[in-house]
């Protein structure tokens, strides 16, 4: 099961900064947390990753909690384009270097004109 | 250097027939996992293979699914005896089996069952 929360949909308007929350208050100390974007029916597309630090990338930006319990992704110019369902995910580690991945509901980010 | 590369990208199978999904992963990547997408509903997690060993297939409906990833060749989805049900999108992806590393996802293959 998804170890992650996140509203179900979200409104942004063009040009806008996007803020995407995500809550995950069960996260042990060396999971990361991931975010995906699913658009359409299309393959879910990587966005960006990380561990305790903030990250940027040239799509967008995670901002983790200093405990670790939540982050936010931030697209900071959002595009019509980037209408789509986020979704924040902690993996679960099995053991050695297997992950397992768990997607939950996601939150369908409506970009407006 | 290819992506995950999946195939067909749509199959319709009538009831009682065989479903046989085919994902080829990423050059160098030695770890797969198969999700399965009902209609307005997120991925859920099916089975995760390593080359010749099931990780973990505790997404699987115990009966009619199987997979597997040989040595040679792509991961192999199979699901018999269809049924409407089992109608769905199926996505692939694979990693390199590297601690956190990222997962790079096929196109999906849609299963359409009449």
């Known amino acids: 099961d998804a170890k992650t929360t996140q509203p179900p949909s979200m409104d942004c308007a063009e040009g806008r900064a996007a803020n995407l929350p995500c809550n995950h208050s069960?996260?042990?100390?060396?999971?990361?947390v991931y975010w995906y974007r699913q658009i359409h029916s299309q393959g879910p597309q990587y966005i960006i990753h990380g561990l305790k630090n903030n990250e940027t990338n040239e799509m967008a930006s995670l901002i983790i909690t200093e405990d670790r319990k939540s982050s936010t992704l931030i697209l900071p110019h959002a595009t019509l384009r980037d209408t789509a369902v986020y979704y924040c995910?902690?993996?679960?580690?099995?053991?050695?270097?297997?992950?397992?991945?768990?997607f939950g509901s996601g939150t369908k980010l409506n970009v407006k004109p | 250097n290819a992506g995950v590369m999946q195939n067909p990208r749509h199959l319709v199978r009538r009831r009682g027939q065989e479903a046989r999904l085919r994902c080829s992963p990423m050059?160098?990547?030695?770890?797969v996992y198969w999700y399965r997408q009902l209609p307005e509903e997120g991925l859920k997690f099916m089975v995760y293979l390593q080359k010749e060993n099931i990780i973990d297939e505790s997404g699987m409906p115990k009966e009619r699914f199987s997979a597997e990833f040989p040595k040679e060749g792509p991961s192999i989805l199979r699901i018999q005896q269809v049924v409407r049900g089992d109608s769905a999108a199926y996505f692939c992806?694979?990693?390199?089996?590297?601690?956190?590393?990222?997962?790079?996802f096929g196109s999906g293959t849609q299963l359409s069952v009449l």
């Open positions: 050059k160098g990547h030695s770890h």
């Open positions: 995910i902690v993996s679960d580690l099995l053991r050695d270097n297997f992950n397992k991945f768990y």
């Open positions: 992806a694979s990693s390199p089996g590297q601690l956190n590393e990222k997962l790079f």
């Open positions: 069960t996260i042990s100390g060396n999971e990361y």
